[in-house]
């Protein structure tokens, strides 16, 4: 017995032993995850900052103070700028490491790393669409650039300084959790942050749901549907913008194409994504007559915060506002003379060619009438407690074949053997850009900064204190037939390539319109007089022209009319369809109680997606409910993967083609109306808000329903910020969902003295335990902004000034 007792405690020992020392599923090594020398005690922070600091780094050249706010925004004076950015280097990542290397892994394909074989997918999907091979391209742009190199390089080797001055103990929470450590960064680190940005506002595809429709249904209905300029449209450049410029020819269509658009015997909504608000008024309509602009970029929301407050002066530069974590320069901001914004253009610059192999080796394609090679790139795929998996890549002449029969998409917007053809894939450095943008004194400089632009596409709107403003859907678009990409093209045609690019110069831009402000939302880019193509959808008119409805009207604008502006809930969207679905609804067949008194409601509402209005929360899933009654029948499960037609095209056949042939439900016998789906939609919606919430009350209120909260990047528990109860939807201003939205609300009033606003949903630090993790969460809830604390020299006297670092060789 006791011998028995003994090898039961000598084997609970171990396993004790090896859970204390070894990452066990999710959870960290025990042992040093809950050591008081190395554990996560030592992540814990305190709120107040020590007055004066004094350091001492290998790296700089000469003396850089870096003062910091109540925020704990740092406020870089540096005497040279390779000093500044290498201190932009060192503060970024003493705030955000962990995000910075996660997010980077994320880009390059090498989560298995860290996580283990779940991660194996998503890492070959990062490898197979030529993540690292577009940073590789990039990093050689950047490279090419004298001052491209020396930013990059002084950024990479602050952030290496602040790494190597670490000890296990000091590691953020999340390697702890995670039990992994942070390696060396690398200038290609920096270009993969720039690629993952480009992969999410400008990576998606439609290409492939739509070659399905045109097989399904034919040109014809495609074109009815999937209209190339949409019913109701108010576009970033105002209608009547002359173009002032010679037009270079555009391509002509290629024969397999044409003949895929003529053929009408063919073999067997959109949601809305990332979208962005930006305006800038002329001091013609201020209070101080000098002009203001505001900037709100949508994201998918995080903590840590995807943006990094900064400011940075040299000799050269006096800048402030977000960063991104990884990469240097200020993205969106203002200096003392200009301020600048972006939001997503939406260019159709990822096209997939079909590619027909000569044999199963797959070391040839045939291209141009002719058999071409095959390029092979190996991906060594890491994977944490197993062996490392070795994928090959195949790449043609038009980018890498991302999957091949019989591998199953990531993605099921990926065909299969076809070669992706990506702008994120070419030789680019957007690093210049922000360079001269950060330095730039007037509208001839902005102008000259936007050249050097590649991706992903942005509207950049601007204002400077020569009172001028200006909006540029800007990148670098390639030189396209109309249509050319909207559905998968043939990989052996030549023609079928793209044939150039659209002169940086000729990118559509309006400078001092005579209505005296300009913006944009995500929608057209231009009329349809703009002599080339730049995609064939954008986002939906409704915020777009809700912004221009107001600015119009305004007079006399302040800081605070435009930050109102920003937390506008009304809807356009329902104040067009709402009227005419509740007169077809059928109230003889309302019978529950929550159905009548939501009619009531309903027939009542204003429009705004306010947090307390229950109205709100019936009409959206009243809508959703009916646009899947209009169109699941026909777009699920027919042929391949498909999508619905726009929130455009169903507004019109609400209100305009009531009697289409899409409003019948094709999987019933019964002939359906307008009239039925409405009302079954209606009773559906209110039998569904019952289930899940209960009889109508506080529960129903869209703020609840909507469910707003900041997860966590890695989605690690209790590291997301509280619910939040705050208004919004997609097509408001205040395009606020669960957990995407407003990812920095900004607004800048230039002048002699620049006054700045501005707020994330987030803080500084990247560390749950810091008060400064999430400090600024419940002032952008509530839509309001911080002051920005904008410096003009070292000894500015400013009492929101809290503590002071400097660092000496």
């Known amino acids: 017995m006791k011998i028995a007792k003994a090898v039961i405690m000598l084997g609970v020992s171990g396993a004790l032993f090896y859970i204390m020392n070894n990452k066990t599923g999710p959870v960290p090594p025990l042992g040093s995850f809950l050591s008081p020398y190395t554990g996560f005690w030592q992540n814990a922070e305190k709120k107040s900052m020590p007055n004066e600091q004094n350091l001492s780094l290998p790296g700089v050249k000469e003396e850089v ?50 996580v283990g074989e779940k991660a194996i997918e998503l890492d070959r999907y990062k490898r197979r669409t030529g993540m690292m091979y577009g940073a590789e391209q990039s990093l050689k742009g950047m490279m090419e650039n004298p001052k491209s190199r020396m930013v990059v390089e002084a950024y990479t080797a602050g952030i290496n ?28 680190k920096c270009a993969l942050l720039l690629k ?65 658009m003529t053929d009408s015997i063919r073999p067997q909504e959109k949601i809305e994504g990332i979208g962005s608000n930006n305006w800038a008024v002329s001091g013609s309509k201020t209070a101080t007559g000098m002009p203001i602009l505001a900037n709100d970029p949508h994201l998918d929301l995080t903590l840590p915060s995807i943006w990094y407050q900064i400011q940075i002066v040299t000799p050269t ?27 997503n253009v939406d260019a159709d610059v990822l096209d997939w060619y079909q590619v027909k192999f000569k044999d199963n080796k797959k070391e040839e394609y045939w291209f141009n009438n002719k058999w071409n090679k095959v390029t092979k790139r190996i991906e060594t795929i890491g994977i944490r407690g197993g062996k490392s998996i070795i994928d090959t890549v195949l790449y043609t002449h038009q980018g890498p074949v991302t999957y091949i029969a019989p591998q199953k998409p990531f993605n099921d917007n990926i065909p299969v053997g076809t070669a992706m053809r990506w702008i994120a894939h070419d030789k680019s450095d957007e690093l210049s850009t922000f360079y001269k943008l950060n330095r730039a004194k007037n509208y001839t400089d902005y102008r000259e900064a936007l050249k050097l632009y590649t991706a992903p596409a942005q509207n950049f709107v601007f204002a400077d204190n020569e009172n001028d403003i200006a909006i540029t859907p800007n990148g670098k678009y390639p030189l396209k037939w109309k249509d050319q990409g909207k559905f998968v093209l043939d990989g052996s045609d030549p023609q079928n390539d793209w044939q150039g690019w659209i002169p940086a110069e ?44 107001r600015l119009a009207k305004m007079n006399n604008i302040t800081i605070d009319s435009l930050r109102n502006l920003q937390n506008d809930n009304y809807s356009v969207h329902a104040e067009n369809v709402r009227t005419t679905m509740l007169s077809l609804l059928d109230q003889s067949q309302l019978s529950k109680k ?11 509402w204003n429009n705004y997606y306010n947090a307390n209005e229950i109205a709100a929360t019936v009409f959206e899933l009243w809508y959703n409910e009916l646009r899947d009654a209009i169109w699941a029948d026909e777009f699920t499960g027919k042929g391949g993967v498909m999508r619905y037609p726009s929130r455009d ?17 094709i999987n019933t016998p019964k002939k359906e109306t307008l009239t039925d789906l409405i009302t079954e939609s209606y009773k559906k919606a209110i039998d569904s808000l019952t289930k899940k919430y209960g009889t109508m009350g506080d529960n129903w209120q869209w703020g609840k329903v909507k469910n707003t909260y900041v997860p966590h990047l890695a989605k690690i528990p209790g590291f997301n910020s509280k619910r939040l109860f705050n208004g919004g939807s997609k097509a408001s201003v205040n395009a606020l ?21 501005g707020v994330y949903p987030g803080g500084q630090s990247g560390n749950p335990g810091s008060w400064y993790y999430d400090n600024m969460i419940d002032t952008w809830s509530d839509g309001k902004l911080n002051e920005l604390v904008y410096l003009l020299n070292p000894t500015d006297k400013d009492k929101r000034i809290l503590s002071t670092l400097t660092i000496k060789k």
Do not use: C
């Open 65 to 114: 103070k870096i003062m910091y706010d109540e925020n704990r925004i740092p406020h870089i004076f540096a005497k040279n700028d390779y000093d500044a950015y290498f201190a932009q280097g060192y503060v970024t990542a003493k705030d955000r490491l962990w995000q910075m290397d996660f997010q980077t892994r994320f880009a390059g394909g090498r989560i298995s790393e860290v």
């Open 161 to 188: 300084a602040y790494i190597t001055s670490l000890s296990p103990k000091d590691y953020p929470i999340e390697f702890k959790i995670l039990d992994y450590k942070p390696e060396d960064w690398t200038p290609l």
């Open 196 to 260: 993952q940005m480009t992969s999410t506002l400008a990576g998606g595809s439609d290409d492939f749901y739509l070659t399905n429709i045109l097989k399904q249904y034919g040109p014809d209905i495609v074109k009815d549907l999937f209209r190339d300029y949409p019913f109701r449209e108010d576009p970033i450049i105002p209608v009547g913008t002359k173009w002032e410029f010679n037009a270079l020819k555009v391509p002509t269509p290629s024969q397999s194409f044409l003949a895929l």
């Open 317 to 343: 530069v006096n800048v402030y506002g977000v960063s991104l974590p990884g990469s240097p320069h200020v993205i969106i901001g203002f200096n003392k003379d200009v301020s600048w914004g972006v939001t």
């Open 506 to 549: 000729q990118n559509p831009t309006v400078k001092n319109p005579t209505r005296g402000f300009v913006s944009s939302a995500n929608q057209s880019s231009t009329d349809p007089t703009y002599p080339y193509y730049l995609n064939w959808e954008f986002a939906p008119y409704e915020r777009g022209t809700r912004i221009n409805q």
């Open 594 to 604: 929550e159905e009548i008194e939501s009619y009531t409601l309903v027939n009542n």
């Open 649 to 665: 095209r169903t507004v019109q056949i609400i209100l305009n083609e009531q009697n289409a042939r899409w409003v019948d439900n």
């Open 737 to 757: 969902s669960e957990h995407n939205g407003p990812s920095w609300r900004m607004v800048v009033q230039l002048g002699k003295n620049v006054k700045a606003f």
